[in-house]
Protein backbone atom coordinates (compact mmCIF):
# COMPACT_ATOMS: atom_id res chain seq x y z
CA UNK A 1 0.00 0.00 0.00
CA UNK A 2 0.97 3.46 -0.16
CA UNK A 3 0.86 4.35 3.30
CA UNK A 4 1.95 3.01 6.99
CA UNK A 5 0.40 0.08 7.78
CA UNK A 6 -0.02 -1.64 11.49
CA UNK A 7 -0.98 -4.76 12.72
CA UNK A 8 -3.37 -5.64 14.33
CA UNK A 9 -5.83 -2.98 14.60
CA UNK A 10 -6.66 -4.00 17.98
CA UNK A 11 -5.42 -6.28 20.19
CA UNK A 12 -7.11 -7.59 23.56
CA UNK A 13 -4.86 -9.78 25.83
CA UNK A 14 -4.31 -10.92 29.33
CA UNK A 15 -2.17 -9.39 31.82
CA UNK A 16 1.00 -10.96 32.12
CA UNK A 17 1.15 -12.39 28.29
CA UNK A 18 3.76 -10.86 25.85
CA UNK A 19 2.23 -9.14 22.85
CA UNK A 20 4.04 -8.52 19.48
CA UNK A 21 2.60 -5.52 17.13
CA UNK A 22 4.24 -4.69 13.33
CA UNK A 23 4.68 -1.61 11.47
CA UNK A 24 5.01 -1.37 7.80
CA UNK A 25 6.55 1.94 7.00
CA UNK A 26 5.98 3.73 3.22
CA UNK A 27 8.70 1.61 1.14
CA UNK A 28 12.12 3.74 0.77
CA UNK A 29 11.36 5.80 4.05
CA UNK A 30 14.27 5.26 5.82
CA UNK A 31 13.31 6.55 9.39
CA UNK A 32 10.72 4.90 11.65
CA UNK A 33 9.00 6.27 14.53
CA UNK A 34 7.20 4.70 17.85
CA UNK A 35 4.38 6.51 20.26
CA UNK A 36 2.64 5.64 22.56
CA UNK A 37 -0.70 7.73 23.65
CA UNK A 38 -3.35 6.70 26.31
CA UNK A 39 -6.58 7.21 26.43
CA UNK A 40 -6.95 11.02 26.39
CA UNK A 41 -3.62 11.79 26.70
CA UNK A 42 -0.39 13.29 24.31
CA UNK A 43 1.91 11.40 22.36
CA UNK A 44 4.71 9.63 23.94
CA UNK A 45 8.10 9.16 21.99
CA UNK A 46 8.79 5.18 22.39
CA UNK A 47 11.88 5.19 19.72
CA UNK A 48 13.61 6.04 16.53
CA UNK A 49 15.07 3.88 13.93
CA UNK A 50 16.94 5.43 11.16
CA UNK A 51 17.96 2.08 8.95
CA UNK A 52 17.98 -0.32 11.40
CA UNK A 53 19.48 1.48 13.94
CA UNK A 54 18.05 2.86 16.99
CA UNK A 55 20.20 5.27 18.47
CA UNK A 56 18.38 5.70 21.70
CA UNK A 57 16.75 3.08 23.34
CA UNK A 58 15.90 5.09 26.42
CA UNK A 59 12.23 6.30 25.67
CA UNK A 60 10.94 2.93 26.13
CA UNK A 61 8.90 3.21 28.99
CA UNK A 62 10.07 -0.09 30.84
CA UNK A 63 12.50 -3.00 29.97
CA UNK A 64 9.47 -5.03 29.44
CA UNK A 65 9.48 -3.09 26.20
CA UNK A 66 12.04 -3.86 23.10
CA UNK A 67 11.74 -2.60 19.15
CA UNK A 68 13.85 -4.02 16.15
CA UNK A 69 14.03 -3.24 12.64
CA UNK A 70 14.75 -5.78 9.88
CA UNK A 71 16.12 -4.94 6.36
CA UNK A 72 15.44 -1.50 6.89
CA UNK A 73 11.57 -2.00 6.46
CA UNK A 74 9.07 -3.90 8.79
CA UNK A 75 9.70 -3.19 12.87
CA UNK A 76 8.14 -4.84 15.61
CA UNK A 77 7.17 -3.50 18.91
CA UNK A 78 7.11 -6.12 21.86
CA UNK A 79 6.06 -5.95 25.05
CA UNK A 80 6.41 -8.79 27.38
CA UNK A 81 4.82 -9.37 30.25
CA UNK A 82 2.04 -6.99 29.66
CA UNK A 83 0.46 -4.65 32.47
CA UNK A 84 -2.81 -2.44 32.63
CA UNK A 85 -0.87 0.60 32.14
CA UNK A 86 -0.06 -0.41 28.64
CA UNK A 87 -3.27 -0.19 27.71
CA UNK A 88 -2.94 2.33 24.77
CA UNK A 89 -2.77 3.41 21.31
CA UNK A 90 0.42 2.56 19.77
CA UNK A 91 1.25 4.30 16.73
CA UNK A 92 4.00 4.02 14.57
CA UNK A 93 5.30 6.39 11.73
CA UNK A 94 7.60 6.75 8.58
CA UNK A 95 9.80 9.31 7.16
CA UNK A 96 12.00 9.63 4.02
CA UNK A 97 15.43 10.36 5.89
CA UNK A 98 14.41 11.71 9.44
CA UNK A 99 15.32 14.55 11.29
CA UNK A 100 12.21 17.36 10.35
CA UNK A 101 11.00 15.54 7.30
CA UNK A 102 7.12 14.98 6.91
CA UNK A 103 6.44 12.07 9.60
CA UNK A 104 3.64 9.81 8.08
CA UNK A 105 1.13 7.94 10.67
CA UNK A 106 0.04 4.46 10.40
CA UNK A 107 -3.88 3.84 11.95
CA UNK A 108 -2.24 2.44 14.91
CA UNK A 109 -3.05 -0.45 16.91
CA UNK A 110 -5.43 -0.28 20.14
CA UNK A 111 -3.92 -2.64 22.99
CA UNK A 112 -6.04 -3.10 25.64
CA UNK A 113 -4.97 -5.36 28.62
CA UNK A 114 -7.40 -7.05 30.98
CA UNK B 1 15.50 16.80 30.21
CA UNK B 2 13.17 18.35 28.22
CA UNK B 3 9.69 19.86 28.58
CA UNK B 4 7.52 22.39 26.95
CA UNK B 5 4.63 24.22 27.55
CA UNK B 6 1.50 24.82 25.74
CA UNK B 7 -2.17 25.98 26.42
CA UNK B 8 -4.60 23.76 26.98
CA UNK B 9 -7.37 25.15 24.86
CA UNK B 10 -7.84 27.93 22.34
CA UNK B 11 -11.58 28.63 21.09
CA UNK B 12 -12.13 30.77 18.04
CA UNK B 13 -14.53 31.75 14.98
CA UNK B 14 -14.22 30.68 12.00
CA UNK B 15 -12.26 32.86 9.41
CA UNK B 16 -10.00 34.77 12.68
CA UNK B 17 -6.59 33.57 13.76
CA UNK B 18 -5.02 31.54 16.26
CA UNK B 19 -1.65 31.70 17.06
CA UNK B 20 -0.82 28.68 19.73
CA UNK B 21 2.83 28.93 22.27
CA UNK B 22 4.72 26.21 22.83
CA UNK B 23 7.83 27.22 25.21
CA UNK B 24 10.44 24.39 25.87
CA UNK B 25 13.61 23.70 27.68
CA UNK B 26 15.94 21.06 26.00
CA UNK B 27 19.46 19.67 25.84
CA UNK B 28 20.82 19.08 22.44
CA UNK B 29 17.93 20.96 20.71
CA UNK B 30 17.56 20.08 16.69
CA UNK B 31 14.05 21.41 15.84
CA UNK B 32 10.68 21.87 16.79
CA UNK B 33 7.36 20.38 15.23
CA UNK B 34 4.05 20.50 15.08
CA UNK B 35 0.97 17.72 15.08
CA UNK B 36 -2.38 18.07 14.17
CA UNK B 37 -4.66 15.16 15.42
CA UNK B 38 -8.45 14.91 15.34
CA UNK B 39 -10.62 12.83 17.91
CA UNK B 40 -10.11 9.17 17.42
CA UNK B 41 -7.70 9.64 14.69
CA UNK B 42 -4.16 9.15 13.94
CA UNK B 43 -1.69 12.34 14.19
CA UNK B 44 -0.95 14.68 11.20
CA UNK B 45 3.26 16.17 10.66
CA UNK B 46 1.93 19.67 10.05
CA UNK B 47 5.51 21.45 9.71
CA UNK B 48 9.38 21.48 11.49
CA UNK B 49 11.87 24.48 12.18
CA UNK B 50 15.37 23.87 12.73
CA UNK B 51 16.30 27.18 12.25
CA UNK B 52 15.12 30.70 13.45
CA UNK B 53 12.23 32.01 11.64
CA UNK B 54 8.88 31.85 9.99
CA UNK B 55 7.90 28.64 7.69
CA UNK B 56 4.73 28.94 5.91
CA UNK B 57 2.45 26.31 4.36
CA UNK B 58 -0.84 27.64 3.30
CA UNK B 59 -3.20 28.61 6.30
CA UNK B 60 -0.77 27.59 8.81
CA UNK B 61 2.69 28.88 9.53
CA UNK B 62 5.24 28.17 12.71
CA UNK B 63 7.70 30.44 14.15
CA UNK B 64 10.82 29.53 15.64
CA UNK B 65 13.33 31.58 18.32
CA UNK B 66 15.83 29.53 19.28
CA UNK B 67 17.29 32.07 21.79
CA UNK B 68 14.11 32.61 23.18
CA UNK B 69 13.46 28.88 23.16
CA UNK B 70 9.81 29.46 21.56
CA UNK B 71 7.95 28.94 19.15
CA UNK B 72 4.20 29.28 17.77
CA UNK B 73 1.64 27.78 15.22
CA UNK B 74 -0.40 30.17 13.74
CA UNK B 75 -3.28 29.32 12.15
CA UNK B 76 -5.28 31.57 9.78
CA UNK B 77 -8.61 32.06 7.91
CA UNK B 78 -9.74 29.03 10.54
CA UNK B 79 -12.19 26.73 9.44
CA UNK B 80 -14.48 24.54 11.60
CA UNK B 81 -12.27 21.68 10.25
CA UNK B 82 -9.35 23.23 11.86
CA UNK B 83 -11.09 21.71 15.37
CA UNK B 84 -8.00 19.00 16.63
CA UNK B 85 -5.82 19.07 19.13
CA UNK B 86 -2.43 20.61 18.07
CA UNK B 87 1.23 19.00 19.99
CA UNK B 88 4.28 20.81 19.70
CA UNK B 89 7.52 18.61 19.73
CA UNK B 90 11.31 19.21 19.78
CA UNK B 91 14.00 16.80 18.75
CA UNK B 92 17.05 16.55 20.76
CA UNK B 93 19.37 13.55 21.86
CA UNK B 94 17.84 11.61 19.09
CA UNK B 95 14.02 11.90 21.39
CA UNK B 96 11.27 13.67 20.60
CA UNK B 97 8.94 15.41 23.48
CA UNK B 98 5.87 16.62 23.27
CA UNK B 99 3.52 19.27 24.73
CA UNK B 100 0.18 18.39 26.10
CA UNK B 101 -1.76 19.67 23.40
CA UNK B 102 -3.73 22.83 22.82
CA UNK B 103 -7.25 21.78 21.72
CA UNK B 104 -8.59 24.03 19.26
CA UNK B 105 -12.79 25.12 19.10
CA UNK B 106 -13.72 26.76 15.77
CA UNK B 107 -17.64 28.15 16.88
CA UNK B 108 -19.69 29.19 13.40
Known amino acids: GAGVSQSPSNKVTEKGKDVELRCDPI?????LYWYRQSLGQGLEFLIY????????KSGLPSDRFSAERTGGSVSTLTIQRTQQEDSAVYLCASSLRGGGDTQYFGPGTRLTVL | GQSLEQPSEVTAVEGAIVQINCTYQ??????LSWYQQHDGGAPTFLSYNALDGLEETGRFSSFLSRSDSYGYLLLQELQMKDSASYFCAVWGDYKLSFGAGTTVTVRA
Open chain 1, 27 to 31: SGHTA
Open chain 2, 26 to 31: TSGFYG
Open chain 1, 49 to 56: FQGNSAPD
